[in-house]
Structure formats: structure tokens, C-alpha cells
């Protein structure tokens, strides 16, 4: 049965699910084990901190250890790839299901995860949307490509077109200029999405996290804060007006006054590993709004 994290906020009024992404970059099997400790357990821990700690305003905030998929399981495309990410997923949705009894019926759901942790959050919102009809007030799938004609119709969703809409999904991945995104979309476009279409480039989802709205462009005076890291990533601090973003093809396109953020900008400018950093104070008052906007719907 996989483990749980509960980062304790005792007087918040929703409760949210939080998926971390890949953090076993080992050879030595398909899935990491469930007690996986030294630098896995450490860069969990990282990503949780820093990730799911935006939305600790309004909420509880859960982290389920999970068998995660290695890795070289996103590297190759045969069977036993893809046995590793449904055995992940379905530690995942073991995982929500537990969750999801301890919470009094009544109580909003936020949903979030970054990049392997978003994938399988996209398959559970597919195939728990009746547990959740009514009490989703948003679901954060950042750094993992979605299609809005292929994806989200499966999960009875829509893309988030507002900053107060509720019950709807945002996304985003972030690059930088000069971006080259051809790793992303070579492996994605063409690919079957949850409802069996194919997936198009042009139906890429992309949020701006600084507006709350699908698509469009926001200067950098929007952002309410950029979490920057010190050298040994154990203390941060939030420098708000730093980075604007505009999405743009599917991609959101970061520009400003980008502060280092450390070693892990990936080929082709790809901020991936910081999609939630670049934007963790939006993000955080996006969680506040839509959760006051759920609550006098």
C-alpha cells in the first residue's frame, strides 16, 4: 500500500493531492521501491517542499510515496515502459482513493503534480471524475503536455479560462529564448490522448500561471514571486516582478530578468525542473481565488 505524506495545516478549508515528479534516475529497475531512500527520498522531499508548499495557504497538503517509474521508463516506448508507469499509476490512484476517505465529503479538492506526477494525475481525473464532480476546485498538471481535444474531454473537464473559474485544468512548461521544445513535441505529437484521439501540436495546452487563463501574455510586474534557491537548495527566498511569461505555441515563453535558479535547466532551455518555482507566489494566489470562488459558487 503506498505511504503517505500529510504536511500538517490544520485550519486550511481544502485539501490537496500532490504528485511529485521523477526523482529515481537509477538503472537498476524499471520502478523504485517504495522506500527508496539517499537521493531519490532527497529530491522528493525537495520537490514537495517546494512544490506543493504553494498551496499550504488554503490547504493540507498530501504527498503519497508511490512507486514511481525510473527515469529511462519516459525514454523508451516498448511494453515494459509502459508496465512501469501503470504500475506507478496505480500506486497513485491506491493512494487517492485513501486520501480521499479521510476527507469529510464536503471539503474542496485541489489537485497537483509536476511532470510524471501530472501523468498519472491526468489518468486518475479520467477515471475518478464522479468522485470529484463538485469538488475540484482546480487541478495543476504542470510540465506534462495535455491536448484539450484529446485529453481533457476524457477527465470532463475544461481548461481554465478564467482566474476565478473553478473545476477546470491548468497547465503550462516552461522555456526560455532562444527555446527549442523538439524533444517534447517529437515524443508527444501523433501519441493517443486519454480519449483516444491523436494529439496535435497545435492543441497543446498551455496556462499562463501569471494571468489564470489559458493562453495570452503577462510583463513581469504580475508575478508575485519567483522562488530562488541558494546554492545547496536548503533555504529560498520569493522575488516578486522577475519573470514575465507568454505562451506561445503551447509552450510558455519566459522572459525578464531571470535570476540563476540553479543547475538543471534542461537542452533547449528547458526550465522544466523550475515550472513551479518561476511562479510559485501566482500560483499560490491563484489557489486562494479559486478556492474563494468555489466556495460562493
Known amino acids: ?12 478549508v481544502a485539501a490537496t493531492f500532490y504528485v511529485h515528479p521523477t526523482t529515481y534516475l537509477e538503472r537498476d529497475r524499471w520502478n523504485a521501491p517504495i522506500d527508496a531512500d539517499g537521493d531519490p527520498a532527497r529530491r522528493a522531499s525537495l520537490f514537495v517542499e517546494s512544490q506543493a508548499s504553494a498551496f499550504n495557504g488554503v490547504s493540507n497538503a498530501w504527498a503519497p510515496k508511490y512507486r514511481q517509474a525510473a527515469y529511462g521508463a519516459f525514454l523508451l516506448t516498448d511494453e515494459d515502459a509502459s508496465k512501469a508507469l501503470d504500475l506507478a499509476y496505480r500506486d497513485v490512484l491506491a493512494a487517492f482513493d485513501a486520501f480521499l476517505q479521510t476527507q469529510p465529503a464536503d471539503r474542496p479538492i485541489i489537485l497537483a503534480g509536476h511532470s510524471q506526477g ?10 475518478r471524475k464522479d468522485a470529484l464532480k463538485g469538488r475540484l476546485v482546480a487541478a495543476y498538471l504542470v510540465g506534462w503536455p495535455l491536448s484539450v481535444s484529446a485529453d481533457l474531454p476524457a477527465m470532463g473537464l475544461s481548461a481554465c479560462a478564467r482566474p476565478d473559474e473553478v473545476g477546470c485544468v491548468l497547465s503550462w512548461q516552461s522555456f526560455a529564448e532562444p527555446a527549442n521544445p523538439s524533444l517534447v513535441t517529437k515524443a508527444w505529437v501523433g501519441t493517443r490522448g486519454l480519449n483516444g484521439k491523436e494529439r496535435q501540436r497545435e492543441d497543446m495546452l498551455c496556462t499562463n500561471p501569471l494571468t489564470g487563463s489559458k493562453d495570452g501574455s503577462a510583463d513581469r510586474s504580475t508575478n508575485k514571486g519567483t522562488l530562488v534557491p541558494d546554492g545547496n ?43 513551479y518555482a518561476l511562479f510559485w507566489g501566482s500560483v499560490r494566489a491563484d489557489a486562494e481565488r479559486r478556492l474563494a470562488a468555489w466556495q460562493t459558487r
Open 233 to 275: 537548495f536548503a533555504k529560498a527566498k520569493l522575488e516578486p516582478s522577475r519573470i514575465g511569461a507568454r505562451c506561445d505555441r503551447g509552450f510558455l515563453k519566459i522572459e525578464g530578468d531571470i535570476p540563476n535558479l540553479g543547475p538543471y535547466v534542461l537542452p533547449g532551455n528547458n526550465y522544466h525542473v523550475y515550472d
Open 118 to 127: 501530472s501523468l498519472h494525475l491526468s489518468r486518475l481525473l479520467a477515471d
Open 1 to 12: 500500500m503506498p505511504e503517505g505524506v500529510l504536511l500538517t495545516r490544520p485550519a486550511q
